[in-house]
């Protein structure tokens, strides 16, 4: 169980990275609820700022879980917000986060299960993929849409992805396979 969780720093610059503990950095676009889905995980009201301008702020959450791994909150990809230079900086942070981390585990990736994958989203996939890395495909919103169209939607969804190895559709709000997500994270600690 998520017993424990605790805000540590903002990272501007990646030298100035906290102690080594496993990491699992958490990516999705600006409204996908990833602050919600935070909030969810470590069953706390305001760990994560819900309802921030986004894509604000160049900055790497680090938020220490049991005292022993670290969710990493990245800002949100809503680059229609941001100016050319900002956007080429977070993809430059990100990039070298994601290249030069030993200590990252895998990367869970946001997706808002009624919208499905945007242009961003699919992009960011295919590029954690493309460095190797592990990718967790969390959709959020479940509950936005009927419990009879959702098993055809989870379906296009998967199939829009080429099928990842691990999706979890989940609800902030009804809380809905939020301990799927909990026992995944921590089996994979534990590890
Ligand atoms: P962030 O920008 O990715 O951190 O997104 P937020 O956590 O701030 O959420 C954006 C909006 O979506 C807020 O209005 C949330 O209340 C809402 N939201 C987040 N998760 C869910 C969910 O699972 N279901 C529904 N219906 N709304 C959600």
Redesign the pocket.
């Known amino acids: 169980m998520i017993k424990e969780a605790m805000y540590i720093k903002s990272l501007t610059d990646l030298k100035d990275k906290p102690d080594v503990l496993p990491q699992i950095l958490l990516l999705?676009?600006?409204?996908?609820?990833?602050?919600?889905?935070i909030n969810s995980l470590t069953n706390r009201k305001n760990l994560?700022r819900?309802?921030?301008t986004?894509g604000k702020t160049l900055l790497l959450n680090f938020y220490l879980i049991n005292q022993n791994f670290y969710l990493v909150d990245a800002p949100?990809y809503g680059y229609a917000r941001r100016s050319k230079s900002l956007k080429d900086d977070f993809i430059i942070m990100i990039e070298k986060f994601l290249l030069d981390n030993q200590d990252l585990l895998f990367v869970c990736l946001?997706i808002d299960f009624k919208v499905g994958p945007t242009k961003d989203d699919l992009n960011t996939y295919q590029f954690l993929r493309q460095l190797g890395r592990e990718v967790i495909v969390v959709a959020?919103?479940?509950?936005?849409i009927p419990k009879t169209k959702q098993f055809k939607q989870e379906k296009l969804i998967k199939g829009m992805l080429s099928n990842p190895e691990i999706f979890i559709a989940?609800?902030?709000?009804t809380k809905e396979n939020i301990d799927k997500v909990e026992t995944l994270f921590l089996s994979r600690i534990d590890e």
Request: net charge positive.
């Open positions: 999705g676009r600006s409204n996908v609820g990833k602050s919600s889905f994560a819900v309802s921030k986004p949100g946001l959020t919103k479940k509950d936005k989940i609800s902030n709000v």
